[in-house]
């Protein structure tokens, strides 16, 4: 069975048109590395406490075993609708629709999620100059001009939304591991015996904790959505898959050590700080720059917001192409070649969605966390499917050998630890509501897919021949 060397480029998506640098910007976009150290390091410690670095540390690994099992598809397949057309292609179309909808639930709630994230860095620049009289309705305003900007950015050129998010991420990310350093240099010695030993440390708290970790990763694989517009997909895109697990999980790994090791001396502690950067910028006596990570964490937060907006969209626009939602979506605009009824179908749910929560006085951080959670059970859920998927894949093409079904068994058990550590112990309310949503929403997608294949059993023939079309 042989391997075509072209993509199947959907009619209006440019082609050959994003070079290795914007791919990465996609995937960097989709993670917001920069917010991981201000928002999601801190709720780490607050559970694993001095074995966050380590915590950090498994999810990389972890993810660059996910990242081998995508890159199966990558180096050979190029969609729009990126895992989802993975899932397919090695499980078939019926776990491929499941894929598809847990997919893009994991796009739109992590648009959602860190419209939030971008509001709440934001309100602390307002909080320097204006106090916290009006934050209600700051953060119901800073929400939607946040989720509108994103939308009309995606709206109008991919390559002009992934240009932004590069400039944002590495001027954000340089500031925030110079701070790290000069911290070292200035007030501590490197070594910290404290997380050194793992004080404190067990494997229950570290099995909680990677849960969060791994929500500062999920959004990576999304360069796999631009397959079709990059320039020699089948090499850029696994470049960029590896190198976003890699930078990310650098930084991730020695931001977690540094900061934990910072507030040994420093009050509040990590986990009630909140603005933990700016807290440390304080006593290095640069306030400046604290100021400075701030607006880039909130700018950080927003390219997340437009990264997953444009994968979302891409992959909303091949649901449509398969008949698994409405035909409108799956249009292109005649002069910017974006999937625009996708992305303005995407954006305004993620909007919504956030909005809605400050309007019914959930705070910020906390609608975040609600958000991200129903994300990370998406991308978890279709990590694991992929995973799986690889080794059939391989098999269907003639390519499968013996260390392919060990990486994917070490991958599936891997993924699993935070998947079942989301749901047990069962977590207080709402949170223990949370996987019941997810579900809930995919099995949405996954009966109107039925009822669709009831009414008319050739489409699943038709979808089967066209998910594989460019791997016979």
């Not at 993975?86 to 419209?115: E, H, Q, R």
């Not at 089948?234 to 790994?253: D, N, Q, R, T, W």
Request: hydrophobic share 55%.
């Amino acid at each position: 069975m042989s391997i075509s060397t072209a993509p199947v480029v959907p009619a209006g998506l440019r082609r050959n048109y994003l070079s290795l640098p914007e791919v990465v910007a996609q995937a960097v976009g989709g993670v917001a590395p920069s917010g991981s150290p201000a928002l999601i390091i801190p709720a780490v410690f607050a559970t694993v406490g001095n074995g966050t670095w380590l915590a950090y540390l498994f999810a990389t690994i972890a993810l660059l075993l996910v990242s081998w099992s995508i890159n199966q598809f990558a180096s050979r397949a190029a969609s729009p609708g990126a895992l989802y057309v993975y899932a397919a292609k090695g499980l078939g179309p019926i776990w491929g629709a499941i894929s598809g909808w847990s997919l893009l639930v994991a796009y739109v709630f992590t648009a959602a999620a860190v419209i939030g994230g971008s509001v709440n860095y934001l309100l602390v620049l307002v909080h320097m100059g204006l106090g916290t009289a009006h934050d209600y309705v700051f953060g119901i305003l800073l929400s939607l001009v946040a989720g509108c900007i994103a939308w009309m950015l995606a709206y109008r050129d991919i390559k002009l939304s992934t240009r932004a998010i590069l400039v944002i991420e590495f001027i954000t990310a340089a500031l925030i591991l110079a701070l790290i350093v000069g911290w070292f240099c200035v007030k501590g010695h490197p070594f910290d015996p404290q997380q050194a030993t793992l004080k404190d440390v067990t494997g229950d708290k570290l099995r909680l904790g990677l849960v969060l970790a791994f929500f500062s990763f999920v959004g990576f694989e999304s360069a796999t959505s631009v397959g079709v517009e990059a320039r020699r997909p089948f090499e850029v895109v696994p470049k960029a898959v590896i190198i976003s697990v890699l930078a990310c999980g650098f930084l991730f790994v020695v931001s977690a050590y540094g900061l934990v090791a910072a507030f040994h001396s420093l009050s509040p502690t990590l986990d009630k700080a909140e603005a933990p950067l700016t807290v440390i910028s304080v006593a290095l006596g640069v306030p400046f720059v604290g100021i400075l990570i701030s607006a880039g964490v909130a700018l950080s937060f927003f390219a997340c917001v437009l990264g997953s907006v444009n994968a979302g969209a891409r992959v909303l626009f091949a649901l449509s192409k398969h008949g698994l939602v409405h035909t409108s979506t799956g249009k292109a605009h005649a002069s910017n070649a974006t999937p625009h009824v996708a992305v303005c179908v995407v954006a305004l749910v993620a909007i919504i969605a956030s909005v809605s929560l400050s309007v019914a006085g959930i705070g910020l951080l906390d609608g975040f966390n609600y958000l991200g959670s129903i994300a990370t059970f998406g991308f978890l859920f279709t990590y694991i499917l992929v995973a799986i998927s690889a080794p059939v894949f391989l098999y269907k093409i003639g390519a499968l050998k013996p260390i392919h079904i060990g990486i994917t068994v070490l991958t599936v058990g891997l993924l699993v630890i935070p998947l079942v550590g989301s749901v047990y112990p069962i977590p207080d309310w709402p949170v223990s509501l949370l996987p019941w949503l997810f579900l809930a929403m995919v099995a949405m997608g996954f009966g109107y897919f039925i009822f669709l294949k009831l009414k008319d059993p050739g489409r699943l023939l038709e979808m089967e021949a066209d998910l594989l079309e460019d791997s016979q």
